[in-house]
């Protein structure tokens, strides 16, 4: 018998239901901002908006849109039961919207000289899951 309890004692990882529509557009080259316009509760089309407009220099526009797709994110990890800690593992997919955002929100705020913000966001990240920093790095 299987037994899945935390012997750490921290909370359960939170895995984000699975939403494909909007990584499958991106994927099939469909343009962020239609994506993030047809369905904007997905932190991935957000955060694709925000990769883009940062390495157009755009970094403001970054910001926001990585802002919003954080947002969104919280938005949906609370209803899958986040409580405000714990792992969010990268190795689950839908979960990497979110991690995208909030390290696009740091990369931004670092750029525009918001350095509290991007040291939050860099440690929230890494605590989050340390292979989402790892990879984004």
């Known amino acids: ?3 899945h309890e935390n012997l750490l004692g921290g909370p359960a990882p939170t ?6 529509e909007p990584r499958e557009l991106l994927a099939s080259g469909a343009a962020p901002a239609e994506v993030a316009a047809k369905y904007p509760a997905s932190s991935l089309a957000w955060a694709q908006l925000s990769d883009d407009a940062f ?3 755009r970094t403001v526009e970054s910001y926001a849109y990585a802002r919003t797709g954080y947002h ?14 714990g792992p969010i593992p ?4 839908p979960n990497r919207g979110f991690l995208r955002a909030l390290y696009a929100l740091g990369r931004a705020s670092q750029a525009i000289g918001e ?5 939050r966001c ?3 990240l890494r605590d989050s899951s340390p292979t989402a920093a790892d990879t984004f790095r």
Do not use: C, I, K, S
Request: proline share 5%.
């Open 1 to 3: 018998m299987a037994n």
């Open 15 to 20: 895995h984000l239901p699975d939403d494909p």
């Open 55 to 57: 390495e157009a220099g």
């Open 72 to 85: 969104r994110g919280l938005d949906a990890l609370r209803r899958a039961g986040w409580r405000g800690q």
């Open 90 to 93: 990268f190795e689950h997919e």
């Open 115 to 119: 350095q509290e913000e991007y040291e």
């Open 122 to 124: 860099t440690v929230f």
